[in-house]
Structures are given as structure tokens and as C-alpha cells.
């Protein structure tokens, strides 16, 4: 079973950046698609950006040109990051990654991102003056 713990949320200004990080382990070696979402108070949760096994990503439009994911693989490990530049106050919630199988080829939504199989814990993110 795949472990997701995810670091690097805190506070921020209007403007400001931050860099999320998602450690999947016990992944072993089939292909995963990995993606971020956020809750912020007193709204569902929303997907904010997804990566597939090509590199392909797909980024929520109230995120594009300021938010940009990322992965690396190393041994047994991969390594998710969502950088945020830029930083608003509407972007403040809890940031939590997902991961599923998904094989090569394979493009997927930020909505498919929200039935992902496999969660963390979120980590909070607030940004403000």
C-alpha cells in the first residue's frame, strides 16, 4: 500500500511562494499518476494540479501561470512538489496530495484527480497580510 506525507505549508503574504512536497512511498514500481488538491474553509475540495506518468499536467485555471508541479523518482521514493508563486488569499487551505495506478498513455482530469485511491494527511496553507 502507498504512504503519502506531505511537508512545506505554512504561512505566507499576498504574493508570496511556497514549495509543497508529497513523499509517495511503498509504491514499489507500477506507474502512478500523483496530483495536488486543496479544501479551504467552508469549501468542497478542489483539484489544483495533477501529473501523469508522461509528464503530463494538467493545472486548475485558477492556478495556471502561477502554480507548477512537479516529479522525481529516485530508488523506491517519488517526489511530488507543487511550487506557488505568487500567492493569494483565496488560495488558503489545507494542500493534500493523491496517487493512483494509472499506465502510460493515460491522460486524467482534475475531477478523476478527486477519486484518486490514496490520500495524505494535507498540509495547511494560509496565506494573508
Known amino acids: 500500500q502507498v504512504q503519502l506525507v506531505e511537508s512545506g505549508g505554512g504561512s505566507a503574504q499576498p504574493g508570496g511562494s511556497l514549495r509543497l512536497s508529497c513523499e509517495v512511498s511503498?509504491?514499489?514500481?507500477?506507474?502512478?499518476?500523483i496530483g495536488w488538491a486543496r479544501q479551504g474553509p467552508g469549501k468542497e475540495r478542489e483539484g489544483v494540479a495533477v501529473?501523469?506518468?508522461?509528464?503530463?499536467?494538467?493545472?486548475a485555471d485558477s492556478v495556471k501561470g502561477r502554480f507548477t508541479i512537479s516529479r522525481v523518482t529516485a530508488k523506491n521514493t517519488l517526489m511530488v512538489y507543487l511550487q506557488m508563486n505568487n500567492l493569494a488569499p483565496e488560495d488558503t487551505g489545507v494542500y493534500s496530495c493523491?496517487?493512483?495506478?494509472?499506465?502510460?498513455?493515460?491522460?486524467?482530469?482534475?475531477?478523476?484527480?478527486?477519486?484518486?485511491?490514496?490520500w495524505g494527511q494535507g498540509t495547511q496553507v494560509t496565506v494573508s497580510s
Open positions: 501529473i501523469d506518468n508522461d509528464g503530463g499536467k494538467v493545472y
Open positions: 511503498g509504491y514499489g514500481y507500477p506507474p502512478y499518476c
Open positions: 493523491a496517487a493512483k495506478i494509472c499506465p502510460h498513455d493515460l491522460k486524467v482530469t482534475l475531477a478523476e484527480l478527486l477519486e484518486f485511491n490514496d
